[in-house]
């Protein structure tokens, strides 16, 4: 559409219009009208194609256009309805499916005059014309946009489609190996306890002792992938249940001290006085994260002492939100590394693997169980100095009143799948000993399997020969059921044990 110049509408010596090719009127000055004597026009509705004299409008319309889209310069003759005719000078040019026209008529009265009017039209009008390609062209420009858009935008679909399912794929891969590789470890494991039962022989020994080493550095591996493909697999609850927070410290405390001290480190933990004796939450999924983080400042720090402080940092009526901290004065890492250790199979420094080993998941999974729980995980390090990973959860006020159930669960957290946050995995972890009362290897069992934690499987194992002996097929019933870590089922059937025991 042309549009007809503000200035030029009220002339009645100029000619302005715009039509469409079948002839309807989009727009017309008021010397247009005055030509073809139509009253109270309506844009859009009148047809005035029969108006076109010499050329006529179909030969107008027919005429290929010239690389400015003019179709005519010259004499126009126009007539009106009732048969009158007035000769014009001017010129049509045709764009996008329209047709304008700008020309003078009172022909005779032309040689009185300049043509200064007119070429001041016809360079207005080509101004238009001008607008009119460059906005066609824009149109066209913005069309190819958004298809280009488009494209891209179902590409990128389409490839997160794929990367989605990519990633289900490898996450179900490795769940499903991570279980069947924990079948025969835990055997390996189990058997090398027993073996250990029966052999006295130092060099045998020390072999014994490295093959189960090496079996334990495996399984914890094993573990810690397992834990990240059901993480990544939202497959992971979080419990709530009441515990008590200080247990959940000593409990991890106990599980490095021996460690701590063989390193000659000090291991030292510290609680807000603020804090409820009683919390509410998972106490075994925050006893892994702190895991973690301890045994990681264990296996970076050769000097020094190891901090493990609690606080409150806000109080919602019986919400709160805590701060854990690990401080170490190891090897630190540099804010470049820092950006990294939390990524999944992603290590500060690809150089500490064969020291240190790992698998590159121990910090991702505590980002994980820390989004988990309402908070978020970070670091604060210098290299040379030191490091303190922290991380917070969002826990309720408890009951002072536990469960016993509840209080005998705190202490067994420790001995979950313990990953070295930071990718170590020390060598040499303390192990759950075998317990020669049979009752009592299945007392220690229950929490364990009340928690879902991992590690009622290394428990089992490492007594199957003592409850198989006493319980026959009622410990194999139990041991497929943990292996199937089908641990609800594994806790109803370890109550029937127990009862028929205390009954016998």
């Known amino acids: 559409m042309t549009g007809i110049a503000p200035e030029l509408a009220p002339l009645l010596a100029v000619v302005a219009a715009t039509l469409d090719e079948d002839g309807t009127l989009i727009e017309a000055n008021a010397g247009f009208l005055r030509l073809i004597e139509i009253q109270g026009l309506s844009p859009g509705s009148a047809d005035v194609a029969q108006c076109f004299i010499q050329p006529d409008f179909a030969t107008l319309v027919g005429t290929r256009a010239g690389a400015d889209g003019e179709v005519h310069r010259g004499l126009l003759t126009m007539g009106d309805r009732r048969g009158k005719t007035m000769p014009l000078r001017g010129r049509v040019w045709r764009l996008a499916g329209q047709l304008g026209l700008l020309a003078e008529y009172d022909i005779e009265d032309l040689e009185r005059l300049n043509d200064t009017v007119l070429e001041l039209n016809n360079d207005y009008a080509r101004m238009q014309f001008d607008l009119i390609q460059t906005n066609h062209k824009m149109q066209q420009l913005n069309a190819e946009l958004e298809q280009r858009i488009a494209q891209r935008t179902?590409?990128?679909?389409?490839?997160?489609?794929?990367?989605?399912?990519?990633?289900?794929?490898?996450?179900?891969?490795?769940?499903?190996?991570?279980?069947?590789?924990?079948?025969?470890?835990?055997?390996?494991?189990?058997?090398?306890?027993?073996?250990?039962?029966?052999?006295?022989?130092?060099?045998?020994?020390?072999?014994?002792?490295?093959?189960?080493?090496?079996?334990?550095?495996?399984?914890?591996?094993?573990?810690?992938?397992?834990?990240?493909?059901?993480?990544?697999?939202?497959?992971?609850?979080?419990?709530?249940?009441?515990?008590?927070?200080?247990?959940?410290?000593?409990?991890?405390?106990?599980?490095?001290?021996?460690?701590?001290?063989?390193?000659?480190?000090?291991?030292?933990?510290?609680?807000?006085?603020?804090?409820?004796?009683?919390?509410?939450?998972?106490?075994?999924?925050?006893?892994?994260?702190?895991?973690?983080?301890?045994?990681?400042?264990?296996?970076?720090?050769?000097?020094?002492?190891?901090?493990?402080?609690?606080?409150?940092?806000?109080t919602k009526v019986d919400n709160l939100l805590l701060r854990f901290e690990v401080e170490d004065q190891g090897i630190g890492i540099t804010a470049e590394q820092q950006a990294l250790v939390f990524k999944t199979f992603e290590q500060a420094d690809t150089s500490t693997t064969r020291k240190y080993g790992g698998v590159g998941v121990g910090l991702a999974i505590c980002k994980h169980l820390t989004r988990l729980m309402g908070g978020e995980v970070g670091v604060d390090s210098t290299p040379e100095r030191g490091s303190t990973f922290w991380f917070t959860a969002r826990?309720?006020?408890?009951?002072?009143?536990?469960?016993?159930?509840?209080?005998?669960?705190?202490?067994?957290?420790?001995?979950?799948?313990?990953?070295?946050?930071?990718?170590?995995?020390?060598?040499?972890?303390?192990?759950?000993?075998?317990?020669?009362?049979?009752?009592?290897?299945?007392?220690?069992?229950?929490?364990?399997?009340?928690?879902?934690?991992?590690?009622?499987?290394?428990?089992?194992?490492?007594?199957?020969?003592?409850?198989?002996?006493?319980?026959?097929?009622?410990?194999?019933?139990?041991?497929?059921?943990?292996?199937?870590?089908?641990?609800?089922?594994?806790?109803?059937?370890?109550?029937?044990?127990?009862?028929?025991?205390?009954?016998?």
């Open 395 to 504: 826990l309720q006020r408890g009951h002072d009143g536990m469960s016993g159930e509840s209080a005998a669960a705190a202490p067994g957290l420790a001995t979950g799948s313990q990953g070295s946050a930071r990718d170590a995995v020390p060598a040499g972890l303390p192990d759950l000993p075998a317990n020669g009362d049979e009752v009592a290897v299945l007392a220690r069992l229950e929490p364990l399997l009340a928690c879902d934690d991992t590690a009622a499987g290394d428990l089992f194992e490492a007594n199957r020969a003592l409850l198989l002996a006493r319980f026959g097929s009622g410990a194999m019933k139990l041991g497929g059921q943990i292996a199937d870590f089908d641990y609800p089922a594994a806790l109803a059937t370890l109550r029937e044990l127990i009862l028929d025991a205390t009954e016998e």
């Open 154 to 314: 179902q590409a990128l679909r389409d490839a997160l489609v794929g990367a989605e399912a990519a990633s289900r794929a490898k996450s179900a891969f490795l769940r499903n190996m991570s279980h069947e590789l924990r079948t025969p470890l835990n055997a390996i494991l189990g058997l090398g306890h027993v073996l250990g039962l029966k052999i006295a022989e130092p060099e045998l020994r020390q072999h014994l002792e490295q093959i189960t080493g090496a079996g334990k550095l495996l399984r914890d591996m094993t573990n810690q992938i397992l834990d990240m493909s059901r993480l990544e697999a939202d497959t992971l609850p979080i419990k709530s249940k009441d515990f008590a927070l200080l247990a959940v410290l000593d409990a991890t405390m106990a599980l490095w001290r021996q460690r701590a001290a063989a390193k000659g480190l000090i291991l030292e933990r510290e609680i807000d006085p603020a804090l409820p004796p009683v919390l509410r939450g998972d106490p075994m999924r925050l006893g892994q994260i702190l895991a973690n983080l301890v045994g990681n400042a264990i296996a970076f720090s050769d000097r020094g002492r190891i901090d493990v402080r609690v606080r409150l940092v806000e």
